[in-house]
């Protein structure tokens, strides 16, 4: 009987999913077949309700041959990166190469970069193509991205939770900030990366509920003490402090 099953290729990776003929445990090495050619990758669990009529196959379950291969692959592809540092060196071209991959069957050579700008970087391929001999593809990432690779410490005081943990890094905004009445400072709201913290989306959906028939600060309203001003207002515990007369007033929202 088919299966789908979730595949991660690196630690707190993006999971993927694939068809498998085979029952597979969790935590189980597997083949799988990408568009980036063979990849060796772990089994995250069994995924319910999958339409697995377009997935890709687990090849088979890795051996340890298998598993020592892939290790191999990994010390090669430290060389490679070292080596197209040193053509982007000769090239002057102005980018950082921040990682190298292999595909498990070595059909393709992948190389994670960051740069300000567009880099053309034709004879760069061209010169790591001479000496490896298969497909070298080149991809410029952002600063997100870069964060997860490099890992570092947030100004919680914590592992950046990209690198520990996300393996899906979802879209976040300005308005996320402002729901939060978190003061607009880059420094505050800014993490290592440059970008707005991921932490900004994990509590969102309860600024949202909550926030719902709270008042503005600045707006005139009528109270059982009378019209007065806003001025704080506090959404997780639904309450808003009011100027009335010249007197602060509390008061809740049911």
């Known amino acids: 009987m088919t299966k789908v099953y979730s595949v991660v290729f690196k630690e707190n990776g993006k999971c993927y999913n694939f068809k498998s003929d085979v029952s597979l445990n969790k935590d189980e090495k597997v083949i ?5 050619g063979l990849q060796l990758g772990k089994v995250n669990g069994e995924v ?4 697995f009529s377009e997935l890709k196959d687990v090849i088979r379950i890795a051996t340890d041959e298998d598993y020592n291969l892939y290790l ?10 070292l080596k197209c540092i040193e053509f982007v060196k000769q090239l002057d071209l102005k980018m950082n190469v921040l990682s190298a991959r292999f595909a498990f069957d070595k059909t393709q050579l992948l190389f994670d970069f960051t740069a300000d700008d567009r880099v053309d970087f034709r004879e760069l391929a061209k010169k790591l193509a001479s000496i490896y001999h298969t497909r070298i593809e080149l991809r410029q990432i952002g600063a997100r991205d870069k964060a997860k690779k490099i890992g570092g410490v947030g100004i919680c005081g914590q592992e950046l ?12 905004s300005m308005t996320m900030a402002k729901n939060q009445n978190l003061a607009l400072n880059p420094s505050k709201i800014n993490g290592s990366c440059g970008r707005l913290m991921c932490c900004l989306a994990y509590e969102e959906d309860a600024y949202e509920q909550n926030i719902v028939g709270m008042p503005q600060i600045g707006h005139k309203i009528n109270t059982p003490k ?11 515990q639904r309450k808003y402090k009011v100027l009335v007369d010249g007197n602060k007033e509390e008061f809740y929202v049911e």
């Open 32 to 36: 799988v077949d990408t568009e980036n």
């Open 161 to 172: 939770c990209c690198k520990r943990y996300l393996n899906k890094m979802d879209g976040i």
């Open 48 to 51: 319910d309700n999958v339409n």
């Open 226 to 236: 009378g019209e007065g001003q806003v001025i704080s207002v506090d959404i997780l």
């Open 72 to 81: 191999e692959h990994l010390k090669e592809a430290q060389e490679a990166r």
